[in-house]
């Protein structure tokens, strides 16, 4: 069958068509790669060229088709409009997260330190040591007579007596004897003098002396013995 012949717009157009569509499209591309392949065989003489893809029918034109030409080869079939593929958006990487530097931790306040008992101890076992002090308190007085209850105190307070003067030095916190005329002045310490009665307006006050205080001028506590128990008061006694 005679294959018609392109007319120059014809040719323009399928040119346009054809630089897309080798572009774009891979089989289109494989398909112009054979046939130059096989126009450049015939040019050297080397075998016969491949057969041609069957062309699809020619567009319709308003011009008369001229005859071909028997020596023409077989052009292409048509190709359709260029496809051109959207591109693809750009992957964008995460934004990585501001790095936050954590909050310390509150420091906890520091605990306070727990009073030593061993002092406290070792005047108590001194007390008992000396004058019984902790019989006598932890005796139960309710069914004795007062003049029984006399006698023991006498023994208690003279060995009480001597502990304390042994081992401290006390002086009153004020002079003077109770129910003396005394005067507050301004600045005293609250801790040393305790008011009571009628306390009003600002100081110097004049009241009665109704105690003087102790205030303890010096210790002289015996060292405690390496390995002792602090909390053994007094030892038990057994008589054989």
């Given at each position: 069958?005679?294959?018609?012949?392109?007319?120059?717009?014809?040719?323009?157009?399928?040119a346009?068509?054809a630089?897309?569509?080798v572009?774009f499209?891979?089989?289109?591309?494989?398909?112009v790669?054979?046939?130059r392949?096989?126009?450049l065989?015939?040019?050297?003489?080397?075998g016969?060229?491949?057969?041609?893809?069957?062309?699809?029918?020619?567009?319709?034109?308003?011009?008369?088709?001229?005859?071909?030409?028997?020596?023409?080869?077989?052009?292409?079939?048509?190709?359709?409009?260029?496809?051109?593929?959207?591109p693809?958006?750009?992957?964008?990487?995460?934004?990585?997260?501001?790095?936050?530097?954590?909050?310390?931790?509150?420091?906890?306040?520091?605990?306070?330190?727990?009073?030593?008992?061993?002092p406290?101890?070792?005047?108590?076992g001194?007390l008992?040591?000396?004058?019984?002090f902790?019989?006598?308190?932890?005796?139960?007085?309710?069914?004795?007579?007062?003049?029984?209850?006399?006698?023991?105190?006498?023994?208690?307070?003279?060995?009480?007596?001597?502990a304390?003067?042994?081992y401290?030095?006390?002086e009153?916190?004020?002079?003077?004897?109770?129910?003396?005329?005394?005067?507050?002045?301004?600045?005293?310490?609250?801790?040393?003098?305790?008011?009571?009665?009628?306390?009003?307006?600002?100081?110097?006050?004049?009241?009665?002396?109704?105690?003087?205080?102790?205030?303890?001028?010096?210790?002289?506590?015996?060292?405690a013995?390496?390995?002792?128990?602090a909390?053994?008061?007094?030892?038990?006694?057994?008589?054989?």
């Amino acid at each position: 069958m005679p294959q018609p012949e392109l007319s120059p717009l014809q040719r323009f157009v399928l040119a346009f068509y054809a630089f897309f569509a080798v572009l774009f499209r891979a089989e289109v591309a494989l398909a112009v790669h054979r046939i130059r392949e096989a126009r450049l065989a015939l040019g050297e003489g080397a075998g016969a060229p491949p057969e041609p893809m069957p062309p699809a029918p020619a567009r319709p034109t308003a011009a008369p088709i001229a005859a071909p030409s028997p020596a023409a080869p077989s052009p292409p079939p048509p190709i359709p409009g260029p496809v051109v593929a959207a591109p693809a958006p750009a992957a964008t990487s995460p934004r990585p997260a501001p790095h936050v530097a954590p909050s310390p931790a509150p420091a906890r306040p520091a605990e306070p330190a727990k009073p030593d008992p061993r002092p406290a101890l070792q005047l108590l076992g001194l007390l008992q040591r000396e004058g019984r002090f902790v019989d006598f308190l932890e005796e139960d007085l309710a069914g004795f007579p007062d003049a029984s209850i006399g006698a023991a105190a006498r023994a208690v307070h003279a060995g009480c007596k001597k502990a304390l003067q042994e081992y401290f030095r006390l002086e009153p916190v004020l002079g003077g004897a109770e129910g003396a005329r005394v005067t507050v002045e301004r600045g005293f310490d609250a801790a040393a003098i305790r008011l009571s009665g009628n306390v009003v307006g600002e100081p110097p006050f004049q009241g009665s002396l109704r105690h003087h205080g102790w205030r303890a001028k010096e210790v002289k506590l015996p060292p405690a013995k390496d390995g002792q128990d602090a909390s053994l008061l007094a030892p038990a006694e057994v008589e054989l």
